[in-house]
C-alpha cells in the first residue's frame, strides 16, 4: 500500500464516523496531501487550515502557552478542527453544528498518531 492509499484510508475511516463531512490531511505549509471532500475546493481549503493553525501555535507560544493541541473554529453552519499530526503535517475536520465533539476529537487524535506513524 503506497503513503496515499494509507493517508486516504485514514481520511475515509474518520469519514465512517459518521459525525465528520469532511476531512483534508495537508502538509505544515499547506500543501494537500490527501482529501474527502464532497464541496469546496480541498487545495485551498488545506492551506488556509494550515495557515490557521500556524497561527494559533506561534500566537500559543508567544504567550508562553505552549503549543495548543487543536484549533476549533465553530460557526452556526458547523465547526473546523484542525489538529497538528507531528512537525509534517495536519488533519482537518468540518463537522455539521450539532455533532458530538467528544467522539470527533477522540477520532482526529487517533487520526493524527496514525498520519505520524505514516509519514515517519
Known amino acids: 500500500m503506497t503513503i496515499s492509499e494509507m493517508l486516504d484510508k ?4 474518520l469519514i465512517n464516523t459518521g459525525e465528520i463531512e469532511s476531512s483534508v490531511i495537508a502538509s505544515r505549509d499547506g500543501l494537500l ?6 464541496n469546496g ?10 495557515t490557521m493553525l500556524g497561527a494559533a501555535e506561534t500566537a ?3 504567550l508562553e502557552k505552549g503549543v495548543p493541541d487543536r484549533l ?12 497538528g499530526t507531528g512537525s509534517k503535517a495536519l488533519v482537518v475536520a468540518l463537522t455539521p ?3 458530538g465533539l467528544g467522539l470527533v476529537l477522540v477520532e482526529l487524535d ?5 498520519i505520524k ?3 515517519a
Open 10 to 13: 485514514v481520511l475515509l475511516d
Open 33 to 38: 496531501m490527501a482529501a474527502h471532500m464532497p
Open 41 to 50: 475546493d480541498a487545495d485551498v481549503f488545506a492551506a488556509m487550515s494550515a
Open 60 to 62: 500559543s507560544t508567544e
Open 72 to 83: 476549533i473554529v465553530e460557526s452556526n453552519d458547523g465547526k473546523l478542527i484542525a489538529v
Open 97 to 99: 453544528p450539532d455533532a
Open 110 to 114: 487517533k487520526a493524527a498518531e496514525n
Open 117 to 119: 506513524k505514516i509519514l
